[in-house]
């Protein structure tokens, strides 16, 4: 069973199932309270979820500087703190907060705000390069991406990074940013058995690039959960862009969706959650799916997809032909 892939060009071997550090990082709050995070986290916890991720074979972590406002690089950093070298990390840059208020600024797509995040990030997970430095503004214009390519190269000369990438769902967008410089290795974009992003795939596969899945599990939806979240999470006041939630609810068409697949993905005894990691790794050797984990039970169920692997080619086909059947119905 082969539980690593490459990341893109970079050639930086990763784990096939990747840690998420989102929900780690605790409350970030926007205006008029809207919660960008998921809720108030136990640390401790967060530190023995982490070490087990590593103790199960994980060895890419992905975090933001925005996540908690810096808070789960903090949380990451005193992690693997004596383990670097054993680790992945991928930290994101764009979005603005401040550390003190766990507030949400806005965006800043500037070459010199990278530069100054990265060394922010760098401080906050104690370590003096970071392997994967991804732009975290997911609608920017392509010109504006672009005048961000030659500081990103200067940083990977400097040592800094190693490689680069863009976290969008926009298939040109992508195509642009990989040919813009030779060190740019993965698109992080939405990818789950409930929303294929063919598109971005495919540029993937031009570019030589590795597809970082972020909401593998539809932002918890294919966990089978269904109890309710607080207003403290994104999802209990979702903004628009998250369909998956609805007042802290899974949206009924999306659960009745998840219904309609659960047999077929759960059809060799994985559960729910594992059947849908199983596909991303069915759908694609460049697919790495990043689902965000908050305890040591969900890395254990969740990592556990390791070890089973992508889904058979026949469970594959079944969910294919049910997914044709809904998008059709």
């Not at 409930?194 to 590795?210: F, G, I, K, Q």
């Not at 309710?228 to 009924?252: I, S, Y």
């Amino acid at each position: 069973m082969t539980t690593t892939r490459t990341l893109g060009r970079s050639g930086i071997t990763v784990s096939a199932i990747g840690m998420g550090c989102w929900a780690i990082g605790g409350p970030l709050w926007g205006e008029d309270r809207q919660p960008f995070g998921w809720g108030d986290v136990d640390d401790d916890e967060s530190i023995r979820t982490i070490h087990r991720a590593l103790d199960l074979g994980v060895t890419l972590f992905d975090t933001a500087s925005n996540y908690g406002a810096g808070h789960s690089e903090r949380i990451l950093g005193r992690a693997v703190a004596g383990r670097r070298d054993d680790v992945v990390i991928a930290t994101k840059f764009g979005n603005v907060s401040e550390e003190a208020t766990r507030r949400a600024l806005g965006t800043d797509a500037s070459p010199a705000f990278a530069v100054r995040s990265l060394e922010d990030s760098l401080r906050r997970l104690g370590t003096d390069h970071v392997d994967l430095y991804q732009l975290h503004i997911n609608a920017l214009p392509v010109p504006a991406a672009l005048d961000l390519v030659d500081t990103l190269e200067a940083l990977v000369d400097q040592g800094k990074i190693r490689a680069y990438g863009w976290s969008t769902d926009d298939p040109a967008s992508a195509a642009a940013f990989a040919t813009a410089g030779p060190h740019c290795a993965a698109i992080q974009h939405d990818e789950s058995v409930l929303r294929d992003n063919a598109a971005v795939l495919a540029v993937c596969d031009t570019h030589d690039l590795a597809s970082l899945n972020r909401g593998p599990l539809a932002m918890g939806l294919l966990t089978g959960s269904t109890r309710a979240v607080g207003a403290d999470d994104v999802r209990g006041r979702a903004p628009e862009w998250l369909e998956w939630f609805t007042d802290g609810r899974p949206t009924p068409r999306w659960a009745t969706r998840v219904e309609q697949v659960r047999a077929a993905l759960t059809a060799d005894g994985r559960t729910l959650a594992q059947g849908a990691l199983g596909w991303l790794l069915a759908r694609s050797p460049r697919t790495v799916p990043i689902p965000g984990l908050r305890t040591v039970a969900q890395a254990d169920e969740n990592l556990a997809t390791l070890a089973l692997g992508p889904l058979d080619a026949e469970a594959y086909a079944e969910v294919e032909r049910l997914l044709a059947d809904l998008r059709h119905a």
